[in-house]
């Protein structure tokens, strides 16, 4: 019982230290994303331009310390030699972030995303039947393992909302082949709201 004591005693001001607070969370991020592999994609006719990723997130958070959330992002990759041309890809995900001294008004953080990515290419133009150019279009898709992670510097804007700059690195499995993954670098805004 003498060791029960302070155990119990040490409990309870750890748990009444952090204030009640709302713990469920929307979240949006834009940000600017750029290929980094396959080299394919970055050179010769087949590069694309840079484009905008859109993504949405929705969890709960832990003690101040720890986000667990699911989301959903997509971005669109127009080649550069005909922009009828584009990849496509929606990734659907599950989070996992880690604040460093969250009670700062603003504060780092870490994150990592696991999931599956739903992805596409899709092709338009002419090609030759046998004397005419007659138009086609065509969607090669593939989905596969997805992963992130990155940092943040979160910033506590007003008591519910937070304004979060953000650098993250993804990649989505093609194959089996570790270098056949599409990588990309995003860095970005993101607002979360609590609730």
Known sequence: MRTLLPVLLAISLTVTAYPAEKIFFTGYALQYETVTAPESM?????????TLCVSAYAGVTILQWVDIYAGVSGSFFFVTN????????????????????PEWAVHPAAFFNAGYGYNNFHASGYRRVGTNMVPYESDTSWNGL??????????????????????EYTATRRSNDISDDYRTLRLGLSWKNYF
């Open 42 to 50: 970055k050179k010769n006719t087949t590069n694309v331009y840079d």
């Open 82 to 101: 005909s922009i009828q041309n584009y990849y496509s890809f929606i990734p659907v995900y599950a989070g996992l972030k880690i604040r460093i001294m």
């Open 146 to 167: 997805y992963y992130s992670f990155g940092g943040e510097v979160e910033w506590r804007y007003v008591e519910n909302v937070m304004l979060i700059a953000r650098v």
